[in-house]
């Protein structure tokens, strides 16, 4: 034995052989009886279904139309594809049942506003290409923003995660939290905009 061993108590044991484990099998009656959430269909993306495509360049001219302080564009693609004006309107409708129906709520650090914001993206980006789009990545994304004005539900105060959507009737913004939905040029924190990220 080691003295490290001797000083601090420790005895050597003899190696332990783990007993296999035996095949592990789903108790199916007891699973069928637990509560099931039945999610709403989202909806329906057909390829090609989104207008022309644009690129960082074309999204940044819409904004400067919009509001004098243009947010810090972060992005991995290059061509990006504008979702029916109708689609996203439906998709938005669709997230807040999704959220309904998930018991998504508001909590802080566990699941805020950005993580509000990422997850609308991120099902839209998937919906889109389960539905073969092939054109480009969709052009939705999330921003951050200084909220000096409370909008669709959202108190006033500090930093805030929003949604921006190129659809094809123009630049949008989407709080994911209530699934309220305007044009950027009457979101009341559009000059507050400091980072989108597509």
């Known amino acids: 034995m ?5 000083l601090l108590g420790f005895t050597a ?3 332990v052989v783990a007993e296999p484990v035996e095949r592990v099998v789903p108790d199916l009656a007891a699973l069928s009886r637990l509560p099931v959430t039945v999610l709403p269909r989202p909806p329906a993306w057909t390829a090609g279904s989104g207008k ?5 360049d074309d999204i940044v001219a819409e904004l400067r139309a919009i509001t004098p302080k243009t947010p ?3 992005h991995q693609a290059s061509i990006f594809v ?3 004006h109708e689609w996203m309107v439906a998709y938005v409708r669709w997230f807040r049942k999704f959220g309904t ?3 998504l709520h508001f909590e802080d650090e566990l699941f805020d506003c950005d993580k509000f914001a990422r997850c609308f993206v991120a099902y839209a980006g998937l919906i889109a290409q389960r539905g073969g789009e092939s054109g480009g990545s969709l052009c939705v994304g999330w921003a ?7 909008f669709g539900g959202i108190e006033a105060g500090g930093g805030h995660a929003v949604v921006i959507a190129d659809t094809s009737q123009g ?4 709080e994911p939290q209530t699934a309220t939905m305007t044009p950027l040029g009457d979101y009341p924190n559009r000059d507050g905009l400091a980072e989108l990220n597509l």
């Open 2 to 6: 080691g003295v490290l061993s001797v």
């Open 13 to 15: 044991a003899a190696p």
């Open 52 to 56: 022309p495509t644009c690129t960082v």
């Open 72 to 74: 810090k564009i972060i």
């Open 82 to 84: 504008r979702p029916d």
């Open 101 to 103: 129906s998930l018991n």
């Open 144 to 150: 951050v923003v200084d909220n000096q004005r409370s």
């Open 171 to 174: 630049l949008f913004v989407v």
